[in-house]
């Protein structure tokens, strides 16, 4: 596959002349005209809006003005993004007569005012519960590279659109891994930050207490710059945090020395597949790591986490179940259908159970800085695989991708799931974790594995 500039060299190209805005986006356009078709990450293409903003950043340069960091450079989001004038149907049929968005998400803004040209938004899982990208409604985003394979989900149009090329960078949510998974697969950064640090403000949620937005990328350095930029306090979102932004552009330059690492073990070292226990292995000899620590019942800590997904996304949904369930997803329907019969009893223990776990974590994070464990069990799926096995025992795939996602997502940490490619073979993805707020941690280590010829 043709890789384009990452970002940060875009903007620069634009920025110094060599390139116009108008001109890149043009063949962003033609590029996804072209392409979609078999790739179908795109949902909406918005050209006219695309091409307003790239004529802004091409006048303000000519008036001698900076544009900002993102001068230019074409970016997509998930389609459960709110795009003013655009209906946000977070890949759902029933979603598709909703009036369309009175104006942008917090994020998107952010990136726009950075000098971003937004070019559309991108397929999902219904209602972002999956982990394939495989819809009813709006059919299958396939792995770029490999198209037999699956793209991962629930962010997969997000993951395949930077895989193929189309744009460097785009948005994407993680419920329970929807940022991960598809990063993963299809070998590309992903990052869920700590709960609230990024504004949900104009995201369709899906499970509020577990749902964070965060940015996917090729490079590490676009990664760690759209990040900053999209940080900050929203008063229009209740969760996001009132701390003050922590730049990690900074921290890519700051290397390993002094961070106490550890492989996770216990849940996390189960059912991997040959290729992701090699390219772990190289990982943690790589990085000099030889201790092993565990989370206390993970595997509880998933069975609540399924709970409380469930019991929220099932109660967000509860009119539309009743009222037209045929129009769901068959995917997605049942899994709601089921949630909404959950007792409240069992919601209320997992939350006690979700408060114990945060609190044994917590206990791990005051002798280590960074964990590291596979993002995935496995390398992309075919597509028509439907089951998993691990340590002997077969599972259906569909749930069980989010195996190592899931149980930190839980809790709210931060993890960036790092791309390790080998040349003739898939992409396998490695999730750097710490605890809350200490994102700048997981780019110094992401930067300094990158910086490494063998990876």
Same mark, same amino acid.
């Given at each position: 596959?043709t890789?384009?500039p !990452?970002?940060?060299?875009?903007?620069?190209a634009?920025?110094a002349? /060599?390139? /116009?805005?108008?001109?890149?986006?043009e063949?962003?356009l033609?590029d996804i005209a072209?392409r979609n078709p078999?790739?179908n990450?795109?949902?909406? =293409?918005?050209?006219a809006?695309?091409r307003?903003?790239?004529?802004a950043i091409d006048?303000?340069?000519?008036a001698?003005?900076?544009?900002?960091p993102? %001068?230019g450079?074409p970016?997509?989001?998930?389609?459960l993004?709110?795009?003013?004038?655009?209906?946000?149907i977070?890949?759902a049929k029933l979603?598709?007569?909703?009036?369309p968005a009175?104006?942008?998400a917090? =994020?998107?803004?952010r #990136?726009?005012q950075?000098?971003a040209?937004?070019?559309?938004a991108?397929n999902m899982d219904?209602?972002?519960y999956?982990?394939?990208?495989?819809n %009813?409604?709006?059919?299958?985003t396939p792995n770029?590279?490999d198209? /037999? +394979?699956?793209?991962g989900g629930?962010s997969?149009?997000s993951?395949?659109?930077?895989a193929?090329?189309? $744009?460097?960078?785009? #948005?994407g949510s993680?419920t329970?891994g929807?940022?991960r =998974?598809?990063?993963?697969?299809?070998?590309v950064y992903g990052?869920k930050?700590?709960?609230?640090r990024?504004?949900r403000a104009?995201a369709?949620l899906?499970?509020s207490?577990?749902?964070h $937005?965060?940015?996917m990328?090729?490079s590490?350095? !676009?990664?760690?710059?759209?990040?900053?930029i999209?940080?900050?306090l929203d008063?229009?979102d209740?969760?996001?945090?009132?701390r003050p932004?922590?730049?990690?552009?900074p921290?890519?330059t700051q290397?390993? !020395?002094? #961070?106490r690492?550890?492989?996770?073990?216990g849940?996390f070292?189960r059912?991997?597949?040959?290729?992701? +226990?090699?390219v772990?292995?190289d990982?943690l000899?790589?990085?000099?790591? /030889?201790?092993?620590?565990?989370?206390p019942e993970?595997?509880?800590?998933r069975?609540?986490?399924?709970?409380?997904?469930?019991c929220e996304?099932?109660?967000l949904?509860?009119d539309?179940?009743r009222q037209s369930p045929? *129009?769901?997803?068959p995917?997605?329907?049942d899994?709601?259908?089921a949630g909404?019969?959950?007792?409240?009893?069992?919601y209320?223990q997992?939350q006690?159970?979700r408060?114990?776990y945060?609190d044994?974590?917590? *206990?791990v994070?005051?002798n280590y800085?960074v964990?590291i464990?596979?993002?995935?069990?496995?390398?992309?799926?075919?597509?028509d695989?439907t089951?998993?096995d691990?340590?002997? *025992?077969t599972y259906?795939?569909r749930?069980? #991708?989010?195996?190592y996602t899931?149980?930190?997502?839980?809790?709210g940490l931060p993890v960036?799931?790092?791309?390790i490619?080998r040349?003739?073979?898939?992409?396998?993805?490695?999730q750097?974790?710490?605890?809350?707020?200490q994102e700048?941690?997981l780019f110094? =280590?992401?930067a300094?594995l990158?910086d490494?010829?063998?990876?």
């Amino acid at each position: 596959m043709t890789q384009p500039p !990452d970002a940060l060299a875009l903007a620069a190209a634009i920025k110094a002349g /060599s390139l /116009s805005a108008v001109t890149v986006l043009e063949a962003t356009l033609a590029d996804i005209a072209d392409r979609n078709p078999a790739l179908n990450c795109s949902t909406v =293409v918005t050209a006219a809006r695309a091409r307003s903003q790239a004529q802004a950043i091409d006048d303000a340069i000519a008036a001698g003005e900076d544009p900002g960091p993102l %001068a230019g450079v074409p970016f997509a989001v998930k389609n459960l993004f709110d795009i003013e004038g655009v209906t946000t149907i977070a890949g759902a049929k029933l979603s598709q007569g909703n009036p369309p968005a009175t104006q942008d998400a917090t =994020v998107l803004t952010r #990136l726009q005012q950075a000098g971003a040209v937004l070019v559309g938004a991108l397929n999902m899982d219904e209602y972002a519960y999956g982990f394939v990208t495989i819809n %009813a409604h709006f059919g299958t985003t396939p792995n770029p590279h490999d198209p /037999s +394979r699956m793209a991962g989900g629930s962010s997969g149009g997000s993951a395949a659109a930077i895989a193929a090329g189309l $744009v460097p960078f785009t #948005l994407g949510s993680d419920t329970n891994g929807s940022i991960r =998974v598809p990063a993963s697969l299809c070998g590309v950064y992903g990052l869920k930050p700590t709960y609230g640090r990024l504004s949900r403000a104009g995201a369709f949620l899906f499970s509020s207490s577990l749902d964070h $937005v965060g940015p996917m990328a090729r490079s590490l350095p !676009d990664l760690a710059t759209i990040y900053d930029i999209m940080q900050g306090l929203d008063p229009t979102d209740p969760v996001c945090t009132q701390r003050p932004p922590e730049l990690v552009v900074p921290a890519l330059t700051q290397g390993i !020395d002094g #961070l106490r690492m550890a492989q996770l073990g216990g849940h996390f070292e189960r059912g991997m597949e040959p290729l992701v +226990r090699d390219v772990l292995s190289d990982v943690l000899q790589a990085l000099d790591i /030889s201790e092993l620590v565990e989370f206390p019942e993970t595997h509880r800590a998933r069975a609540a986490a399924y709970i409380i997904t469930a019991c929220e996304g099932s109660q967000l949904h509860l009119d539309r179940l009743r009222q037209s369930p045929m *129009e769901f997803d068959p995917a997605t329907r049942d899994r709601f259908l089921a949630g909404a019969m959950l007792p409240a009893a069992w919601y209320l223990q997992a939350q006690r159970l979700r408060r114990w776990y945060r609190d044994r974590v917590r *206990e791990v994070f005051q002798n280590y800085d960074v964990l590291i464990t596979p993002t995935t069990p496995c390398v992309a799926p075919p597509l028509d695989q439907t089951t998993l096995d691990i340590d002997g *025992e077969t599972y259906p795939l569909r749930p069980h #991708l989010g195996f190592y996602t899931q149980p930190l997502s839980f809790i709210g940490l931060p993890v960036l799931s790092v791309p390790i490619h080998r040349p003739g073979q898939l992409p396998v993805g490695i999730q750097l974790i710490a605890a809350p707020y200490q994102e700048a941690k997981l780019f110094r =280590v992401a930067a300094w594995l990158a910086d490494q010829e063998k990876f």
